[in-house]
């Protein structure tokens, strides 16, 4: 037992010395176009915490326990705090594609609280962003968009 611990951390040492200290699971932005680091960076510079005292109480427990653990295992939580995403179905797309990434450990009910805790937290600390998206959309896609704010505000209370 004792064996595979040390060894344990010896491939850890390792791991983190070629790495040059860096947390391997963080993301890798280096394989992205410039704009997009750009965007990163930006978003990455911004604030790194969000008041949610006047959020509903389970909005607040998922910005806690699960939002804000899950999402800096790979990146800053300023990346999502600061992001331009404001629609749903930009959260949507968004957390899916981290969910898969390796070492999020994000299954699919947390992946949903976090997806809900982002769409309600753009209707009111985003809402001026989220409008001006909005106003963009066909009638249709608007509709829709606006429905899933309306449920997410209806499941957690506004």
């Known amino acids: 037992m004792l064996r595979g611990v040390k060894a344990f951390i010896i491939v850890m040492f390792f791991v983190i010395f070629v790495s040059g200290g860096s947390n391997p699971l963080r993301a890798d932005d280096s394989n992205l176009d410039a704009a997009t680091q750009a965007r990163i960076a930006k978003a990455d510079q911004g604030p ?65 609280k976090i997806i809900d805790f982002l769409i309600y937290d753009s209707s009111v600390r985003k809402k001026a962003l989220l409008e001006e998206k909005l106003s963009k959309l066909t009638p249709e896609q608007r509709a829709a968009q606006e429905a899933k704010i309306k449920k997410v505000q209806d499941k957690y209370g506004q």
């Open 48 to 112: 790194r915490t969000i008041d949610v005292s006047g959020y509903p109480q389970k909005l607040q427990d998922i910005y806690t326990d699960i939002f804000s653990q899950k999402c800096t295992q790979c990146h800053r939580l300023s990346r999502p705090i600061n992001s331009d995403f404001a629609l749903p179905s930009e959260w949507e797309s968004y957390v899916k594609k981290m969910m898969h990434k390796p070492g999020s450990n994000i299954n699919f009910g947390q992946a949903r």
